[in-house]
T-cell receptor, first 114, second 110 residues
C-alpha cells in the first residue's frame, strides 16, 4: 500500500501563476485534509473533506480552492499564487471525520512562490 | 486561542540519554491528544495517541507519553534516545479539527 501520495514533490511558481496540488489515498478513507506547514507555526488546516462530495474551510482557506474528485483524490488549487503561499503542503486522510480519528499524512509538496 | 503549546523549539540530547518533550494544551473537555514525528523531508508519522483511560500511553519506537489533567500536559518521553530519533516532534489536539503545536526539533549528539 502506498498510503497517501502527493504530486508534485517540489514546485516553483511566479507570483500570479496557478497550480493544482494532487493528493490520493488508497486506504479507502472517507475524510481528507490539506495542511500547510510554516516554520515555527506547526501545521494549519486549509480545507478538509469529511466525505466524498463535501468540502469545508479550515483555519487558513483564503487563496485556495479544493476539489474532492472522488473518494481517493483530493486536490488543492492556487488560482493566483502569492509569495505568502510559499510553504510545505501536506495532505492527510482518516477513516472518518469523527473526533479522535488518526490522520495519515503524505510526504508533502514544497512550494516556492517568487 | 492557542490550543497546543510546545515550549521548546530545539532540544539537543546525547545518544543514550533520556528525553522528555513538553506539550501543554488548552481545552475544557476531555482531549484527544496525539504525538507525531516528522523526519527530514518526510510526512508526519503517528507515534501515539490518548483518548481516555490509562494516563500513560505507549507508542511506537519506544516512546511513551503521560497525560496529566491537572497540568494540562501530555509530555512525550523516551528512556534512551537513538541517533535515528533526530526529527521534529509535533503534539496535536483534536477539538473536532486537529490543532498542532509549533513543533520541537530534536538533535541527537553522538
Amino acid at each position: 500500500n502506498a498510503g497517501v501520495t502527493q504530486t508534485p514533490k517540489f514546485q516553483v511558481l511566479k507570483t500570479g501563476q496557478s497550480m493544482t496540488l494532487q493528493c490520493a489515498q488508497d486506504m479507502n478513507h472517507n475524510s481528507m485534509y490539506w495542511y500547510r506547514q510554516d516554520p515555527g507555526m506547526g501545521l494549519r488546516l486549509i480545507y478538509y473533506s469529511a466525505s466524498e462530495g463535501t468540502t469545508d474551510k479550515g483555519e487558513v482557506p483564503n487563496g485556495y480552492n479544493v476539489s474532492r474528485l472522488n473518494k481517493r483524490e483530493f486536490s488543492l488549487r492556487l488560482e493566483s499564487a502569492a509569495p505568502s503561499q510559499t510553504s510545505v503542503y501536506f495532505c492527510a486522510s482518516s477513516p472518518d471525520r469523527g473526533v479522535g480519528e488518526t490522520q495519515y499524512f503524505g510526504p508533502g509538496t514544497r512550494l516556492l512562490v517568487l | 486561542a492557542q490550543s497546543v503549546t510546545q515550549p521548546d523549539i530545539h532540544i539537543t540530547v546525547s545518544e543514550g540519554a533520556s528525553l522528555e518533550l513538553r506539550c501543554n494544551y488548552s481545552y475544557g473537555a476531555t482531549p484527544y491528544l496525539f504525538w507525531y514525528v516528522q523526519s527530514p523531508g518526510q510526512g508526519l508519522q503517528l507515534l501515539l495517541k490518548y483518548f481516555s483511560g490509562d494516563t500513560l500511553v505507549q507508542g511506537i519506537k519506544g516512546f511513551e507519553a503521560e497525560f496529566k489533567r491537572s497540568q494540562s500536559s501530555f509530555n512525550l518521553r523516551k528512556p534512551s534516545v537513538h541517533w535515528s530519533d533526530a526529527a521534529e516532534y509535533f503534539c496535536a489536539v483534536d477539538r473536532g479539527k486537529f490543532y498542532f503545536g509549533s513543533g520541537t526539533k530534536l538533535n541527537v549528539k553522538p
